[in-house]
């Protein structure tokens, strides 16, 4: 049984900065490749930014390319997403993800992942 544990979120004005952390937690210790998705009310869940196991390859939607950046925790199987200059459009529920297969990242943008956290929310609002 694979859980993963969001934390971070909240509330933040225009052009402000928030940040995600979250951890997976598994029977079998393996590798994930980790990301975030995020749902806005009345629209589809959308890829945000995907991060390799080794954390050497990245990758972002374009609405946040530049203001948003995923990284590697330093306990295995866990990941940040700084959340810089937000806009009005980035409030949503954040849904931490993983996967245990080797896809790529442009896979996993369009296909979304194995595992999902519960979300956290994150409310942009002057």
């Known amino acids: 049984q694979v859980q993963l544990v969001e934390s971070g979120g909240g509330l933040a004005q225009p052009g402000g900065s928030l940040s995600l952390a979250c951890s997976v937690s598994?029977?079998?210790?393996?590798?994930?490749?980790m990301g975030w998705f995020r749902q806005a009310p009345g629209r589809e869940r959308e890829f945000v930014a995907g991060?390799?196991?080794?954390?050497?390859?990245?990758s972002y939607s374009d609405s946040v390319k530049g203001r948003f950046t995923i990284s590697r925790g330093r306990a295995k199987n866990t990941v940040n997403l700084q959340m810089n200059n937000l806009k009005l459009e980035d409030a949503a529920t954040y849904y931490c993800?993983?996967?245990?297969?080797?896809?790529?990242?442009?896979?996993?943008?369009?296909?979304?992942?194995?595992?999902y956290g519960k979300g956290t929310l994150v409310t942009v609002s002057s």
């Open positions: 993800s993983a996967d245990s297969r080797l896809f790529s990242l442009n896979y996993y943008s369009k296909s979304g992942m194995e595992y």
């Open positions: 598994a029977r079998t210790r393996g590798s994930y490749t």
């Open positions: 991060i390799m196991d080794t954390g050497n390859y990245t």
